[in-house]
């Protein structure tokens, strides 16, 4: 399971850019600092009680000292470990996303555009970039802290119940808590970040399995001292390791009484060795801030909650599990109704093994019952101070949980081994074991590819595209496009566009794009965003770049259908807002396809049914008649048999009774929206014509002769 673990989190890591996983940067800037000055940054104060759109791009650049403040472990640590690389190029990489210029900060949604909070230059790789290198050394420690959280969820599960298994010795609960952690999208996303969350959540784990042993077996006061040692590097780590003090105090006071002073004197040695070794930081915040927490940084940068209901509840619940990067990045409303329904079977399941009459068939309340209690009580404590942060930030991500996510695990996976009694709960667990596994494998490609993936194709532009080769001025060129399907009235399409810069543009553009009929005035839908997105402007690009840009569509349902459309392409300056023209100053914009739109739904049927076959294509199944002042309105419905060979004109004549032209009208069916040549088997085409006709439309009778001609 570790191994599995480790190479989902080895895929996280691979799809996530730098900088992208929570706080990532922050961290980076602080252990910066820590190689640079070789001591921890000073507090600072960054007020953002009303930000506008400068205040949160400059917010998110680097700074020196940074804005973040923490407990100095971790980064003291990190810097240790990363001294001999440096990064001296983190401040040119950190470069804020340009929606935050604009104001436009990423929403918590499904969609994958937006949800980046930087742009990435061409030179963030492991050959180029020594932050890079770092981050991903970095990265590779966060993983190996967050396996020992995994195997912690294990200890923990075999503590409570040490003869729990089946009847080949298979420990089920504790492999069902280890792989409740395991697999725990959100928990292998976090896992490859740059974050002391990793190193708190690892040290909190392994504290409260000391503790569950300690209350189990006893300890000397060397032991409790130990783990005193232990829970003050969790103290100089993250400010939440605090809850550890009162956990470590009710552990020494229930441990076994035998006899001994031993027994009496455990708290204090754990409280003396936790306060000697992480004490001194938050004393020193006293006298240097009068603020011995260090948290109010973090106080003045965020806005509070005005009310902390349902809805807030909901969204942590949703981060606890899937809901990746900053914004945060959602999954689908089932994929969070699946795994609601297997945390309400778990609270049946534990309801059930609480009760006297019932005897669960793997881990019993008897057992364990202190010790349930006893992580209890951490989840409750845990639970309630992050409401508090939550209300005073406005930060609702249920990561900052995590540190009791192994406990979380342990009642999970005991109360859903209570539905193991019969064999169609045994069949249940197993499958949603192995849906767990597989969400949590399709994650990156799904869900963090399409969100963070570069758009930069060093390979250039693939052998599918239809080359374009026009040059805008700047020297930027649409190189081709991917041709597209048919379109159809209320669907959303991608059309997908590689530009190439010879040279390296000089300034930031935006692209866009307008679908349309021949006549451009009847747009139906647009488009406008930079050129490469939010995640590589072409202010980045460097010279040769092949940068892949996806033009997304919406069709209203009102589209005229069936028809011709073509997609219009052109950039913007966005620094002045004027469209660029194109190098030969023909234009300012390309204008690329047709598609053929095609109807949504069939024609209402004709007031007047026929069958009259025009050759072996077309045929036509009836037609409308009405007057209108001096002209007669006559609508064609045609159907199209097979594909036609040539783009007909139609004709429709009026007659007298002797045969004597009267009016008629003739043209392309649709007014050319639709040439023949692209009707396909089982198009049904509506087509109207007007024949002006005076005074000789009172006559009667009067003949109508419709047809078409090459």
Request: aromatic share 12%.
């Amino acid at each position: 399971m570790l191994i599995t673990f480790a190479g989902l989190g080895l895929t996280y890591a691979l799809e996530t850019p730098c900088f992208e996983s929570p706080d990532e940067w922050s961290h980076l800037s602080v252990i910066r600092y820590w190689i640079e000055h070789q001591t921890p940054p000073p507090r600072v104060l960054a007020p953002r009680d009303e930000p506008t759109a400068w205040d949160e791009t400059w917010y998110f650049e680097y700074h020196d000292p940074p804005l973040y403040y923490a407990p100095p472990l971790y980064h003291g640590l990190a810097a240790l470990l990363t001294s001999w690389i440096g990064m001296d190029d983190l401040p040119r990489l950190l470069l804020p996303s340009p929606s935050w210029e604009r104001g436009w900060a990423p929403q918590s949604n499904s969609d994958p555009w937006n949800k980046n909070i930087y742009a990435h230059r061409a030179e963030e790789t492991l050959a180029q970039s020594d932050t890079v290198r770092a981050a991903a050394l970095l990265r590779t420690l966060s993983l190996g802290l967050a396996a020992v959280t995994v195997w912690c969820a294990y200890a923990m599960a075999r503590l409570l119940w040490p003869d729990e298994g089946d009847h080949k010795g298979r420990p089920y609960v504790a492999l069902g808590a280890a792989a409740f952690v395991a697999f725990n999208p959100q928990f292998i996303a976090l896992s490859i970040g740059v974050t002391n969350d990793n190193l708190l959540n690892a040290l909190f784990a392994l504290s409260l399995v000391y503790m569950l042993r300690f209350m189990r077996d006893g300890a000397n006061w060397p032991r409790w001292a130990a783990l005193g040692g232990l829970v003050g590097l969790a103290l100089l780590t993250k400010q939440s390791a605090l809850l550890l003090l009162p956990m470590g105090l009710l552990a020494a006071i229930w441990q076994p009484k035998n006899g001994h002073r031993t027994s009496n004197v455990g708290h204090w040695a754990f409280l003396i060795a936790a306060l000697g070794v992480g004490v001194w930081w938050y004393a020193r915040n006293w006298v240097l801030y009068r603020d011995p927490l260090g948290l109010e940084t973090h106080f003045t940068s965020q806005l509070s909650l005005t009310r902390f209901g349902l809805d807030e509840i909901v969204a942590i619940l949703r981060s606890y599990w899937a809901a990746f990067g900053w914004a945060p990045l959602l999954v689908e409303p089932p994929a969070y109704a699946v795994a609601g329904l297997v945390m309400l079977a778990a609270l049946v399941g534990v309801v059930a093994a609480i009760r006297p009459a019932v005897s669960p068939p793997w881990g019993g309340l008897r057992e364990g019952a202190r010790g349930l209690i006893f992580l209890s009580l951490a989840f409750a404590l845990n639970a309630v101070s992050f409401a508090r942060w939550a209300i005073a930030t406005g930060v609702l991500s249920g990561r900052l949980m995590f540190a009791t996510l192994p406990v979380v695990a342990v009642l999970v996976a005991w109360g859903l081994a209570q539905w193991s009694r019969w064999k169609i709960g045994r069949w249940a667990l197993g499958a949603a074991a192995a849906l767990a596994l597989l969400f949590a494998a399709i994650v990156p490609l799904r869900y963090l590819r399409p969100a963070y993936g570069s758009p930069r194709l060093p390979a250039g532009m693939p052998g599918t595209a239809q080359a374009v080769d026009l040059t805008f001025q700047g020297n930027v060129q649409l190189a081709g496009y991917e041709a597209m399907n048919d379109l159809e009235p209320g669907e959303e399409i991608n059309l997908t566009l590689y530009w190439r810069a010879p040279t390296a543009p000089q300034h930031r553009y935006r692209v866009w794009a307008q679908l349309g009929p021949q006549d451009a005035a009847q747009k139906v839908a647009e488009y406008d965003t930079w050129l490469g997105g939010t995640l590589y402007p072409s202010d980045l690009w460097q010279a040769g770049d092949t940068v892949r840009h996806t033009v997304n569509l919406a069709i209203p349902d009102w589209t005229p259908a069936p028809g011709l459309y073509w997609a219009r392409v052109g950039l913007v300056d966005d620094d002045t807002g004027e469209r660029v023209s194109l190098a030969d100053g023909s234009s300012d914009m390309a204008v690329l396809g047709p598609w053929r739109a095609r109807a949504a739904s069939p024609p209402p049927a004709p007031a007047c049914a026929a069958d009259f076959r025009l050759g072996s294509a077309i045929r036509l199944a009836g037609y409308d008649l009405e007057m209108q002042e001096n002209n007669l309105s006559v609508t064609l419905y045609w159907q199209a048999e097979q594909v036609p060979d040539a783009d007909y004109t139609v004709y429709a004549h009026l007659l007298d009774e002797e045969g004597n032209l009267l009016g008629q009208h003739d043209g392309p069916p649709r007014d050319g929206a639709y040439p023949t040549s692209w009707w396909l088997p089982g198009d049904a085409v509506t087509d109207q014509h007007s024949i002006p006709c005076g005074a000789s439309c009172q006559l009667a009778p009067l003949h109508l002769q419709v047809g078409m001609y090459d």
